[in-house]
């Protein structure tokens, strides 16, 4: 290469950035991510954006389109406005535009592309990722479709549209192949009432606030070209049946033949392999083939095993040949998830039949810079490896999908997902404390039909991917409604994956899991005979940090710190509170969240991710614990929960000695406990309290119990407390809780807490401080007991 040829290249490089930076330049967020400065028009999101139909012939449309803003809905703009950077949503910087689309507004696209070379039979079609919410889309001032929906990609078949004088060229030369010259006009139109009408919009909202984000509207994923035969393979859908040992295909087909047949071939790929040719199988197009598996790899968080597949459809069989001519590639994995029972007969959610604890983040797939869009395909992983590193086996994706890049990097890195589907509508009235009736909307019939259109559509579109292991149709109480009737449809239209009604929501008998929430938590939900429970939501410990914030004051949390220490001591001790739930029957847990989004700050890492607020170590090891076998709990003090049990009390201020052995405590009442007002959530009052403060004591004898010092493993309180509590025992302060916890929790106990305990007899000791609202105190003491693997 002389260096003239690099002189040449080199100017045309700056003539080509010197064009694109003269029409588009990334706006200013409040915050931007290291990855927006790997942005170009020239490169947006090249990667193929579907993994699992995967072929070789394509065109990526994304890059600068003209757009317009226009308040005139019915009318093709005369003007527009400048350039955006498609897939980036308009109000987003990255699409150096980031301007709200008024309310009845549209937003309008245009671009010109060359129609790729392809055989003259063959047809064109037009990809969208998604695009929020209806869409229209014209070749060439033809009408080529539409779409409503924010979260499902959609296809058109553009081949009758495109450039009239081409296409007669190419039918007076039937031996040529049709060619790239030639300009196709592609102009798109986009109508998003946002938070003004029914549709699902997950967290958007016209005016953000609090825990309600920035709009996206219009395109946020990527738009593409793919040549293909006049008979081609549409879809294809995967069921491993792991029991079995076997996989179940199907494929939908376009323009087909009643003589052709599909083919399905499966690789192993593992290196070192003798042969990797696992099996084959032919079917007709809508029948189903079935390949016998002899020794299966599963697929789980820690070996994410990924079969390579093969799909080719034939031609009409011609002398007995035949010959495929349309093919892809994909992968699938042999994994199964369903409910069972463990040793003690507890029902559990299982992966490939055993008991596996799941423990992820609330994960909201926003961007500071990109909104509904990551900037690149490189950060849209990141989130992923960053939550691996940190301890979690799973992700709940929260009222949002993602392009299907994202459920492929889960599916390699062996991330299980929890798939929501984005709320909309109105709210129903939320009654997370099941004190009422059970209540849900009454949705008019266009809001419930669109409903069943798009979650139907997002479940087509993921359903092959092997992270996903679970359906969540409604969040709370938002939007909900019909639920009995749609979570049946969902588990009998995918029965290979289980189903949460409600997460958090109005809970039916129905549905594969009992799921609440509780902020900070954690909290343990009862599993039934045929539900299991898990903990849909918790955690919620904000910590802003200066400089990485949204906004410059008043940020939010659940809960705040001020200093990454008590955020991490918290985070910790929130975990082995949830440890013993874990005996107790719980099968997950959610921890709000991945990030900070906007004015949230409840995130492990801030918004722009470039700080992660603990330590990844740490917190990774007491992440890890939870996936332990549950451990062995043994009463020592026993709370008031099954049987009340009889303390001393006073509320009157008693002298300063009072919670040591020898104080004189016989002039106190005696009562049953728990102590408090009936109404507090998740009490049980056998003696009221009203007034302010109250004081405590028991005794109780370890030797009595048949219990030795040497037998026991780390101490825990048994609490359930509403406020604030002091715990003492034989005289030494031993636990401090804030707050109020909604139901009985363990509080982990250290080792210098132990040594206070005595071989015989011992003093417990209480004091409750109520400070508004409802107010209960019960305590007791445990043992708990890791119980090792063999």
């Known amino acids: 290469m002389n260096a003239r040829f690099l002189f040449a290249l080199a100017i045309s490089v700056l003539v080509t950035e010197a064009g694109w930076t003269q029409e588009w330049q990334p706006k200013k967020a409040p915050l931007m991510t290291r990855w927006a400065k790997d942005v170009s028009p020239d490169k947006v999101h090249p990667e193929y954006p579907r993994p699992q139909m995967v072929r070789e012939k394509w065109v990526n449309l994304n890059g600068l389109w003209d757009y317009a803003i226009a308040s005139d809905v ?129 967290k958007q909202v016209r005016k953000p606030h609090g825990i309600w984000y920035t709009p996206t509207t219009g395109i ?52 070192g392999l003798e042969t990797n040719l696992v099996g084959w199988a032919v079917a007709r197009p809508g029948e189903e083939a079935v390949v016998k598996i002899a020794t299966i790899k599963a697929w789980s968080p820690d070996k994410p095993f990924l079969y390579t597949l093969d799909v080719s459809l034939s031609e009409p069989p011609v002398g007995g040949q035949i010959q495929y001519h349309d093919g892809l590639s994909s992968y699938f994995a042999m994994r199964k998830i369903s409910l069972g029972k463990d040793e003690q007969g507890v029902t559990r959610i299982m992966l490939n039949n055993k008991p596996v604890f799941q423990y ?60 929501d589907m984005p709320s909309g509508d109105r709210n129903a ?22 409903y069943n259109h798009e979650w139907k559509a997002i479940i087509d579109s993921l359903r092959n991917h092997p992270s996903i292991v679970m359906w969540v149709p409604f969040n709370e109480g938002w939007g909900q409604a019909n639920t009995v009737a749609i979570t049946k449809w969902t588990k009998e239209y995918d029965p290979t994956r289980l189903v949460n009604c409600a997460s958090g929501g109005n809970d039916f008998p129905v549905g594969d899991v009992i799921d609440v929430h509780r902020y900070p938590g954690p909290f343990a939900p009862k599993p039934t005979s045929d539900r299991a429970a898990v903990l849909g939501e918790f955690g919620g410990l904000g910590l802003p940090l200066e400089g990485h914030t949204w906004q410059g004051k008043d940020n939010w949390g659940y809960r705040s710190f001020t200093a990454k220490e008590d955020l991490h001591r918290a985070y910790v001790g929130l975990l082995s509170a949830l440890r013993p739930m874990i005996a107790q029957g719980v099968s997950a847990a959610v921890y709000t969240q991945t990030t ?44 008031s929960e099954q049987a009340a049990q009889m303390w001393r009390f006073t509320t009157d201020k008693p002298a300063d000695d009072w919670s040591k052995p020898d104080f004189d405590d016989s002039n106190w009442n005696s009562a049953l406990g728990g102590f408090g007002e009936p109404t507090t959530p998740g009490s049980v009052v056998k003696t009221t309290w009203k007034t302010n403060d109250i004081w405590l004591r028991r005794e109780f004898d370890l030797k009595s119990q048949g219990i030795t010092l040497k037998s026991l493993h780390d101490l825990a309180l048994r609490i359930h407390y509403d406020e604030d509590t002091e715990v003492f025992l034989n005289g030494e302060l031993i636990a401090k809780t804030t707050g109020y916890t909604t139901q009985y929790i363990e509080v982990p106990l250290d080792e210098a807490a132990r040594k206070h305990l005595r071989s015989g007899k011992n003093t417990l000791a209480v004091h409750c401080h109520q400070t508004g609202g409802g107010q209960y105190i019960d305590v007791g003491l445990v043992d708990v007991q890791e119980v090792t693997t063999k």
């Open 596 to 639: 900070d989004v906007e004015i949230e700050v409840n995130g492990l890492m801030t918004y722009d991710r470039s700080i992660l607020k603990m330590d990844a170590d740490a917190i990774a090891k007491a992440a890890r614990k939870l996936y332990l076998p549950p451990p062995k709990v043994t009463t020592l003090v026993p709370t």
């Open 429 to 450: 009235p939320w009654d997370p404390f099941g004190k009422h009736d059970n209540t849900e909307l009454t949705r008019t019939k266009e809001s419930s039909d669109n």
């Open 360 to 419: 992820g983040p609330l994960d909201q797939g926003f961007w500071p810079d990109g909104l509904y869009t990551a900037p690149t395909d490189e950060a849209l992983r990141y989130d992923i490896e960053m939550t691996k590193k940190l301890g979690f086996n799973m992700i709940r994706k929260h009222v949002k999908t993602e392009p299907a890049r994202w459920y492929y990097h889960c599916d390699k890195l062996g991330m299980l997902v929890w798939q």
């Open 220 to 271: 946020w994923q990527t738009v593409w070209l793919e040549p293909v035969p006049k008979s081609h393979l549409r879809s294809i859908q995967i069921v491993p049946d792991f029991d079995a040992k076997l996989v179940r295909f199907r494929a939908v087909c376009d323009g087909g033949h009643p003589q052709q047949q599909v083919k399905w071939t499966i690789y192993d790929n593992t290196p």
């Open 74 to 202: 019915n009318a093709k703009p005369e003007t527009w406005d400048g350039k955006t950077l498609v897939p980036f949503p308009v109000e987003s910087a990255l699409s150096g535009v980031m301007k709200r689309v008024p309310e009845g507004g549209k937003l309008w696209y245009r671009r010109s592309f060359a129609t790729p070379e392809m055989a003259q039979d063959w047809r064109l079609l037009l990809h969208f990722g998604a695009s929020d919410w209806e869409t229209v889309v014209w070749i060439n001032g033809q009408k080529v479709g539409e779409h409503h929906g924010g979260y499902d990609p959609f296809t058109f078949d553009i081949t009758d549209a495109l450039t009239s004088t081409k296409r007669e060229r190419v039918k007076n030369d039937p031996k040529r192949e049709r060619g790239s010259e030639g300009e196709n006009e592609l102009l798109v139109a986009v109508s998003d009432p946002t938070d003004g009408s029914f549709q699902p919009r997950g």
